[in-house]
Structure formats: C-alpha cells, structure tokens
C-alpha cells in the first residue's frame, strides 16, 4: 500500500508562515502537532507576540499566587532556564500593562537572580511596559537590550525624584531604539530636563509620541538635531497622559544648519503665528509630506489664509495637512460671521503641488456654497481624503445639503474619505438618473449634519456610496486634552444627541440599500450585454440572408 506524501509546497517556512498567520490559537496547537517543521512554524507565531506576562513566566517553572504577590514553588535551576530558553527565542514582541490586582515582582526578581544569560528574551525588538509604582518601572530593565528597536513605557511616576537616572538606564541597556512612545500623566515641565537627556542618549531614534502639550521648543530644538528623526507627533487621551496649553503657550524652537534632516511627519500644539515664524525660519523642515496643526487660541481666518499661502510656497512636498483650530469657551453660542472659515480662506489649498489629504475642524461651520463645492471639487481630482468641518458646534446654520457629495463623486475617483457638514434634506434631493456613484470612498463622515428624512436620505446615499462604505456620525471634541474642549454646553450635548439619532437609522438602513443598489446594477449590466449579444447576432442573421441591417429587432 502507496503512502500519499505531502505536497512540497507545504513545507516552505515561508508560505506555512503566512498560512498559520490566519488560523486562531487551538488551530496553532493542533497545526504544531502534525509534524516538527509544522511544529516550529507554529510555535514561532504562537510566541511571536506575548500580550500575558504570566503565561510568559509560567514557561519557567510554576508559581503560586498569594493575595496580589506571585511566588515560584522553587528557584529557577539551569534545566528550567534550557526549556524557557526554546520559546524566549521566539518572542519579538512583550506587552505589560500592570494590573494592581497581581504584583510580578518576586517573580522577575528570582528571574533576574537566576539567569543564566544576560538577555532574557534576545530576539525582543517590541516592549511595551506600562506601569503604575517605581517596582514595577525598575524591572521593564530585564527586557531590554542591544538589539531593542521599540519602546512604549510609561514615564516614572511624578513622586520619583530621579528621573533622570532611570532614562540613562534605558539608553545604556537599548541605545538603538528607533522608536519611542512615551506615556506621561502630568506636566512636562517636571520631566522636560529628563526626557531631553533620554533623546541625547538615543543617537538612533527615527520616531517619537508624546502626550500632546509636550512638545515644547526646548524639546522639538533638541529633536532638530538628531539625524535619523522622520516622525514627531503627539497623541490624545488618558492612555497617552495629560499636559498643560500652557507649556506650549511660545512656540519658538532654536534650529542650526542641518536641522531636521529626515522629517517629513510633524504634529505640534502652537498658534498659528508660532508655527508660521518656525516654517519660515532658517533651516526650517520644509521637506515634510505630513503637517499636523493643533492650536486652542481663537484664530481668524484671515491668519487661516495666510497659513495656507505660505505653506504652500514653503512645503511644495506636503501631501497631508490637518488644522485643528480647537478654541471654544462654554456658553458661548453665537455664530460670528466675521470668524467663519470660507471658500477663500481655502482656495490656496488648490495651490499645493502634491496635497492629496486635508482636514479643517473649527466651532463654526464652514461658510461655503454648492457652487464653490463645485469649483473645489473640480480642480482637485487627486483628492484622497478631505473633512470640510463635519463637526461644528454652532450647528445651525446650513450652507450645503445633499448635494454636495455629486460633485466629489465626479470629479475624484481616488477619494477615500469625506467629511461634510450638511443638511440632509429631502426636499433637496437631486435626480439620482444623473448621479455618477463613488469609486473609492470607504468613509463618509456627516459630524453634526442633521438628517431630516433618514430613509429618503438613505436612498440617496445608496445611489452614491460603494459597497462596503462606512457612515460616521458623531464629535471627536470630547477627546481633546485641554478641558475646556472636552466640556460642552448642556445645550449642544442635547443637540448632538437629537441629531445621532436619524442618522444611527441612515446608518443602519444604508449596507442594505447599497447591496440592492450593487445587485440592480449587475443585473442591468448583464441585461444591457445580453441585448447587446442579441443585437450582434441579429446582424449576423441579416448579412446572411442579404437583408439590409435596421435598429428594430427583426425575428426569423
């Protein structure tokens, strides 16, 4: 009796790779029993990332958990290091987020202890540590080395005096790092000397995230100066840390000749004159491909307009602006006409040689037209994604209605993402025989619009939208750092509420409209090929028996 081999084809390392990549955990251990390159394979995903510390630990010897303290049953002896030893190899990423509910550090102190070699998990080129007490912060040592490449850590706690020393460990343990993602929960003033060391003494850094606020001008001066920085940003929220508008209130970082020599991603908190002063300054980064913009000072558009015409003079290669003009006092609900952004505030954008990708966000709605939606649609067919203001917070005035979204999906077959403030009146619907559908949007974004109708505005939105487009409704306000953005007045909150509600109906109607629309258009499709193979073989009929050809239908 024949035994059937294996295809070849299973066994390349590879491909089997990709393959496992898809299957879920009990798959994976059923996939490392089949054979022992299968067994390899397997393990080498299964390990590749650890998010449990505990489950890495265990691999060592079992340990008993007393109240919150972990305890090995014994000291770890060199047979019990030789079989950690086989799947520490194939850990490339650790994730720690401690929990005040199980203290690890009896544990990791008998690992430290009982080694047998310097680094622990010598493949690891991912750590994420993120704790609450100085125990917890002094063992993320353990795990990093010479060959570390990303570090997301949390900043010692704010009772920690030496701050300093702790970074000066972690740049002689992983000097090449080339990524780090610090998370801070107070000021930057109080570790603003700490983290410039931390820089200085990671010569390899080619990214950096930051809690926003904290990129102040003794920091971004100092990032100027290293050679291989190409993304400064910031990030929002609890997880990232909390800092003070008032550590960035003066924006005016020092630059030398060379500065900045591989930037081209930059998020920064300033005004809009500070940032003006630093893009036009010697040495400035005008190479970048990506502007972030972040300022809560009230800003009129006039300075707007100014902005955009020198960045567009400045940055011939950016191809993502986003400016976030956050400033809004509670109780302060009147539309200023004067202060509204308009079409000619923006008509410079239209200048940027390569800008595919621009958002503005701003309390008042943008005060612009169907007509010069038209034009701007019209002469920026390379667009990808664009959020024109969705999310107003004086919400009543309406400039644009439904119509809005045709002439994008005319003129930009590349758009991906739309953001638009609307009123979504029914009345206002145009034909949808004249509608020329999306190509590629995947995301629609309606902020604050109001939806008057949601099943006629569903319809319509189903003649216009691709398969598999997703509806965004709602405000990102609440997520800023500043406070006084994420408060908002009793009065808009309602109306925020009221007006989640149509468009949460528009949402769930739409996936179901577009799929009929989808299956409408094939049917029509081949309806239109069938006539038309009928149409051909008629002709061939009246060529045949020499009977002059005609437009009507002719049965024989």
């Known amino acids: 009796m024949s035994v059937i081999q294996p295809h070849r084809v299973l066994f390349i390392p590879e491909l089997l790779g990709i393959i496992f990549s898809f299957v879920d955990e009990d798959n994976h251990v059923n996939n490392a029993c089949v054979c022992k390159e299968w067994s390899e394979i397997t393990l080498d995903i299964i390990w590749r990332e650890v998010d449990d510390l505990s489950r890495l630990l265990a691999l060592l010897r079992p340990y008993k958990i007393k109240g919150r303290y972990s305890f090995f049953d014994g000291l770890p002896d060199s047979r019990d290091w030789a079989r950690f030893q086989k799947y520490a190899n194939r850990v490339r990423i650790l994730r720690f987020q401690q929990d005040g509910d199980v203290c690890y550090t009896g544990l990791l102190d008998d690992m430290a202890r009982t080694r047998t070699t310097l680094d622990m998990l010598p493949n690891l080129h991912t750590l994420e540590w993120i704790y609450e007490d100085v125990d917890c912060m002094e063992r993320a040592t353990l795990f990093m080395h010479q060959r570390l490449r990303h570090l997301i850590i949390s900043a010692p706690p704010l009772r920690y005096k030496d701050k300093v020393s702790f970074f000066f460990d972690v740049c002689i343990r992983a000097p090449h790092l080339h990524s780090l993602d610090l998370r801070v929960p107070y000021r930057v003033q109080y570790i603003e000397t700490a983290i410039l060391e931390l820089l200085r003494g990671l010569p390899d850094l080619k990214k950096v995230i930051f809690p926003e606020f904290f990129l102040t001008s003794s920091i971004v001066s100092e990032l100027s100066r290293m050679k291989h920085i190409d993304i400064v940003q910031f990030e929002y929220g609890h997880e990232q840390g909390f800092g003070e508008e008032r550590d960035v209130d003066t924006f005016s970082p020092v630059l030398e000749q060379g500065a900045f020599p591989a930037l081209w991603d930059l998020a920064v908190t300033a005004r809009i004159e500070h940032v003006m002063r630093f893009m036009n300054a010697d040495f400035a980064p005008i190479n970048l491909t990506s502007l972030y913009i972040n300022t809560y000072v009230e800003h009129k558009s006039e300075e707007l307009h100014t902005l955009f015409v020198m960045l567009s003079e400045r940055c ?53 037209n169907l007509e010069e939606i038209e034009e701007f649609a019209c002469q920026w067919p390379s667009l990808e994604s664009l959020a024109l203001n969705e999310e107003p917070l004086i919400m009543h005035e309406f400039t644009l209605d439904l119509r809005a979204l045709v002439p994008f999906a005319r003129h930009c077959p590349k758009l991906r993402r739309l953001g638009l403030f609307i009123d979504a009146n029914p009345v206002k619907i145009p034909p949808t025989l004249e509608l020329k559908p999306f190509t590629a949007l995947c995301f629609l974004s309606v902020g604050t619009s109001r939806a008057r109708d949601p099943e006629a505005v569903a319809a319509f939105l189903s003649h216009l939208c691709p398969p598999n487009c997703k509806l965004e409704v709602g405000v990102t306000w609440t997520t800023f750092g500043i406070r006084s953005c994420r408060l908002l007045d009793d009065d808009v909150r309602m109306e925020i509420s009221k007006r989640f509600h149509p468009w949460k109906s528009v949402r769930d109607i739409l996936p179901v409209l577009i799929q009929l629309r989808s299956e409408e258009r094939e049917k029509s499709r081949a309806l239109q090929e069938e006539v038309e193979d009928l149409r051909m073989r008629t002709r061939l009929l009246m060529d045949k028996v020499d009977i002059k050809a005609s437009d009507s239908c002719i049965i024989v």
């Open 316 to 368: 011939c290669c950016l191809s993502q602006l986003y400016v976030l003009l956050a400033h809004h006092i509670t109780g302060e609900l009147e539309l200023v006409p004067a202060n509204q952004i308009t079409f000619n505030t923006l008509t410079p954008l239209l200048s940027f040689p390569n800008l595919v990708t621009f958002q503005v966000m701003h309390k008042y709605p943008v005060n612009i």
